[in-house]
């Protein structure tokens, strides 16, 4: 087997290839070839692999995809220009402070001060999401939360910006799983669209990527006890540890990137969070 990473937009990442040999129990020896990989930049071939993924969706390992949508809900994701010249990563023009007490305990003791629930369900000025970029190029900054009934099934459309440029964009869901039910290039049509969605065998993940000058959309329940959503852009020049960079505990946010979902419950159906503190 043999793996590469993906970019079709001129950003550096690492462009070494990762190989490795899978041999199963009481099976011959053969001889190895290195297989034929894409080039780095194949779109065509990238979104072709993407779009054949399914789940299994057998009596055995069903697919329990939501049929029906309580909450639509319409995150522009990309770059813009944050204090003057900084580029910071944004969703519907917010780019995300990093609060000095964790989201979770600030939640579950009621500390005032830390974060406010007015994150917009959908961009607050519409534009030309994947055509000319808008004068104005600034973001706003905030941490700021969405909060989202339990017991509820959301369908969040991601759609890529060209503010600064456009740029393949993956993003992560901490708390759940979802089901990938539809992706496409230029601005979704909330009329057309969601006609070519799978709603029969999606794949199901905590991450997807955001195409480049495309949409992706995604739809999960909010059906667990621990039911703390994080949705956040992840870089692909860092490591990513849970909890000290999500504010889900006190600790050095190592770099820009947003965090705008939270999900809320009664306080029956929330379980005690784990106090953690980084050093």
């Known amino acids: 087997m043999a793996t590469r990473s993906f970019m079709d937009v001129p950003i550096a990442v690492d462009n070494k290839t990762a190989t490795a040999i899978l041999q199963y129990v009481n099976s011959s020896t053969i001889s190895i070839i290195m297989p034929s990989i894409p080039l780095q930049n194949d779109t065509s071939f990238a979104t072709n692999f993407s779009n054949n993924l ?58 005032p001060g830390v974060f406010t629930t007015d994150f917009p369900d959908k961009p607050p000025t519409p534009f030309n999401y994947t055509g000319s970029p808008p004068k104005n190029a600034m973001t706003s900054k905030g941490t700021r939360l969405n909060r989202i009934p339990f017991n509820s099934t959301v369908q969040l459309v991601l759609q890529g910006t ?55 959309a995604i739809s999960h329940p909010i059906q667990s006890r621990q039911s703390r959503c994080l949705v956040h852009a992840l870089s692909s020049r860092s490591t990513h540890n849970v909890g000290t960079e999500d504010g889900v505990c006190c600790g050095e946010w190592r770099w820009t990137q947003p965090i705008y979902f939270s999900s809320s419950e009664r306080p029956s159906q929330v379980l005690i969070p784990t106090m953690r503190y980084a050093t």
Not at 169 to 192: D, E, S, T
């Open 54 to 111: 399914r789940s299994l969706n057998s009596n055995r390992f069903p697919t329990k995809v939501p049929q029906t949508v309580d909450l639509h809900l319409f995150f522009t994701v990309g770059l813009a220009l944050n204090n003057g010249s900084r580029v910071s990563a944004s969703i519907n023009n917010i780019s995300f402070v990093m609060p000095k007490i964790s989201l979770l305990q600030a939640h579950f003791f009621n500390i």
């Open 162 to 216: 060209s503010v600064l440029t456009v740029e393949n964009h993956p993003m992560h869901l901490h708390g759940f799983n979802f089901f990938i039910v539809g992706r496409g290039f230029g601005n979704y049509n909330p009329k057309k669209d969601p006609a070519k969605f799978n709603l029969v065998d999606p794949p199901e993940r905590n991450t997807v990527g955001v195409p480049t000058g495309g949409w992706t």
